[in-house]
């Protein structure tokens, strides 16, 4: 680096967002993704014995997809080469190809090209790299934040290793916070300002894992601080809310308000109330809690509180988790509303729920009560001499495959532990049981 490029790049720095500015440099500055550039971790392994393959990085927005090119840009022997799909085409991948060559030729050095959104390249773009990924002529790094499996080509995405990069927890955020708040080279430090907790804390929820989200709106709250005179130079909640444009809605994803939020939403599932429950459900997403536990709660729900009487409702909560997976914050929200307003409507039973519990309380009364022989797995001789499987009436021959036989051990024939309500499906399944039941007959108990 020549003098010139020193001055420039001394400027630019001082002109860069604080996101840009406190983008980690090496492994040891990288906060999160430890799965992959921890110890013996995937990525670290690959740069530390300078073995870079081509990979698709896909992770959300603000996670450390580019971060992690830049590093390994810097830690490897590599040419590098950085374009972005967005303002790149054929033209400029035939340059990228020819520098490449120029490297491997005159300087026998690898070429690693790392395209940022590599999803809006189309499929005549994504074609002209496959030869050269190849044959080793270049190693790419894509990055994307749309599933490859359907943005990336397949024969593209069989020659790359695909890279899940999380979104970075709260914790995390706090961290880099912190870091920046004292860093007086690229940081704030050398502005005297300091972040209160709660300002920290709403940052690093809200942020929803893009650390690039909350760097941007601290370094806006900073400029507020810094603007007033004869203050002191603390960065309060109420700054942090009027960088973001949102105000912080009292939560806390680890302490009472949590539990008290997510029992309003459960129990205006339950209670058939659409509008209270896409209210509660938008408070917590709002206020930062993860998604994801929101849609595992309706899964759960989907079989406690709706069960059989609507057997749907299972496949619509983990469709919005799957949809919500997908596409992210905050588009994938609205597939979990719907998942709420239907689980809300649908019709609810608890059967399954006392079916459990029934079943689990007769298992701690009896114990491990011995199969009957008739339906024991008769897979040698020995066991069908010893009777495994003699008696078993097979079902499908039987006219509308069904055969009155027993299946509970003896000790607990005549058992009811799943009885159907008189609602939704639950009522076709009853009819069906007491058809059966009648075709069966009394049994000992006289059931």
Same mark, same amino acid.
């Given at each position: 680096?020549?003098?010139?490029?020193?001055?420039?790049?001394?400027?630019?720095?001082?002109?860069?967002?604080?996101?840009?500015?406190?983008?980690?440099?090496?492994?040891?500055?990288?906060?999160?993704?430890?799965?992959?550039?921890?110890?013996?971790?995937?990525?670290?392994?690959?740069?530390?014995?300078?073995?870079?393959?081509?990979?698709?990085?896909?992770?959300?927005?603000?996670?450390?997809?580019?971060?992690?090119?830049?590093?390994?840009?810097?830690?490897?022997?590599?040419?590098?080469?950085?374009?972005?799909?967005?303002?790149?085409?054929?033209?400029?991948?035939?340059?990228?190809?020819?520098?490449?060559?120029?490297?491997?030729?005159?300087?026998?050095?690898?070429?690693?090209?790392?395209?940022?959104?590599?999803?809006?390249?189309?499929?005549?773009?994504?074609?002209?790299?496959?030869?050269?990924?190849?044959?080793?002529?270049?190693?790419?790094?894509?990055?994307?934040?749309?599933?490859?499996?359907?943005?990336?080509?397949?024969?593209?995405?069989?020659?790359?290793?695909?890279?899940?990069?999380?979104?970075?927890?709260?914790?995390?955020?706090?961290?880099?916070?912190?870091?920046?708040?004292?860093?007086?080279?690229?940081?704030?430090?050398?502005?005297?300002?300091?972040?209160?907790?709660? /300002? *920290? &804390?709403?940052?690093? @929820?809200?942020?929803?894992?893009?650390?690039?989200? =909350? %760097?941007? +709106?601290? $370094?806006?709250?900073?400029?507020?601080?810094?603007?007033?005179?004869?203050?002191?130079?603390?960065?309060?909640?109420?700054?942090?809310?009027?960088?973001?444009?949102?105000?912080?809605?009292?939560?806390?994803?680890?302490?009472?308000?949590?539990?008290?939020?997510?029992?309003?939403?459960?129990?205006?599932?339950?209670?058939?109330?659409?509008?209270?429950?896409?209210?509660?459900?938008?408070?917590?997403?709002?206020?930062?809690?993860?998604?994801?536990?929101?849609?595992?709660?309706?899964?759960?729900? /989907? *079989? &406690?509180?709706?069960? @059989?009487?609507?057997?749907?409702?299972?496949?619509? =909560? %983990?469709? +919005?988790? $799957?949809?919500?997976?997908?596409?992210?914050?905050?588009?994938?929200?609205?597939?979990?509303?719907?998942?709420?307003?239907?689980?809300?409507?649908?019709?609810?039973?608890?059967?399954?729920?006392?079916?459990?519990?029934?079943?689990?309380?007769?298992?701690?009364?009896?114990?491990?009560?011995?199969?009957?022989?008739?339906?024991?797995?008769?897979?040698?001789?020995?066991?069908?001499?010893?009777?495994?499987?003699?008696?078993?009436?097979?079902?499908?021959?039987?006219?509308?495959?069904?055969?009155?036989?027993?299946?509970?051990?003896?000790?607990?024939?005549?058992?009811?532990?799943?009885?159907?309500?008189?609602?939704?499906?639950?009522?076709?399944?009853?009819?069906?049981?007491?058809?059966?039941?009648?075709?069966?007959?009394?049994?000992?108990?006289?059931?």
């Amino acid at each position: 680096m020549d003098l010139f490029e020193y001055q420039a790049n001394k400027v630019l720095g001082n002109t860069q967002p604080l996101a840009e500015r406190m983008r980690p440099r090496n492994l040891a500055e990288f906060v999160g993704q430890q799965q992959i550039v921890g110890n013996d971790g995937l990525i670290r392994n690959a740069i530390e014995r300078d073995r870079i393959f081509s990979m698709i990085l896909w992770g959300p927005p603000g996670c450390g997809k580019t971060t992690l090119a830049t590093i390994i840009a810097n830690e490897t022997r590599s040419h590098f080469i950085q374009i972005s799909a967005v303002l790149s085409g054929i033209k400029e991948i035939r340059e990228v190809i020819e520098d490449a060559r120029r490297q491997q030729t005159l300087h026998q050095r690898k070429t690693i090209l790392f395209v940022d959104e590599i999803h809006r390249f189309n499929k005549s773009q994504q074609d002209a790299f496959l030869h050269h990924v190849e044959s080793g002529l270049i190693t790419l790094i894509g990055a994307t934040t749309e599933n490859p499996s359907f943005e990336v080509i397949p024969a593209l995405l069989s020659r790359c290793r695909v890279v899940v990069i999380e979104p970075l927890s709260p914790a995390h955020i706090r961290e880099i916070l912190a870091r920046t708040m004292n860093d007086r080279e690229r940081g704030l430090g050398s502005m005297g300002v300091s972040l209160a907790i709660d /300002a *920290s &804390e709403h940052l690093s @929820n809200i942020a929803d894992g893009d650390v690039r989200c =909350a %760097l941007n +709106a601290l $370094e806006i709250a900073a400029s507020l601080v810094t603007s007033r005179d004869g203050e002191e130079l603390r960065i309060q909640l109420p700054d942090v809310e009027k960088a973001l444009q949102r105000k912080a809605l009292r939560y806390d994803k680890n302490g009472e308000e949590h539990y008290n939020i997510i029992s309003a939403f459960h129990k205006s599932l339950r209670g058939s109330d659409p509008d209270a429950a896409v209210y509660w459900l938008k408070r917590m997403l709002t206020a930062g809690e993860d998604p994801m536990y929101v849609a595992r709660r309706m899964v759960r729900f /989907a *079989s &406690e509180d709706v069960g @059989n009487a609507d057997p749907y409702a299972l496949q619509v =909560a %983990l469709g +919005a988790a $799957e949809a919500f997976r997908f596409l992210g914050h905050p588009e994938g929200d609205l597939a979990l509303l719907q998942a709420a307003v239907y689980l809300a409507t649908a019709p609810k039973s608890n059967r399954l729920y006392m079916a459990e519990k029934e079943v689990d309380r007769a298992i701690g009364k009896t114990g491990a009560l011995a199969v009957p022989f008739h339906i024991r797995n008769a897979p040698t001789r020995l066991m069908k001499d010893l009777g495994y499987g003699q008696g078993y009436r097979y079902a499908h021959d039987a006219e509308n495959a069904y055969i009155p036989q027993r299946y509970l051990p003896k000790e607990l024939e005549g058992a009811r532990f799943y009885t159907p309500s008189d609602r939704g499906y639950e009522r076709t399944i009853q009819q069906r049981l007491d058809k059966w039941r009648d075709m069966r007959g009394p049994d000992d108990n006289g059931k």
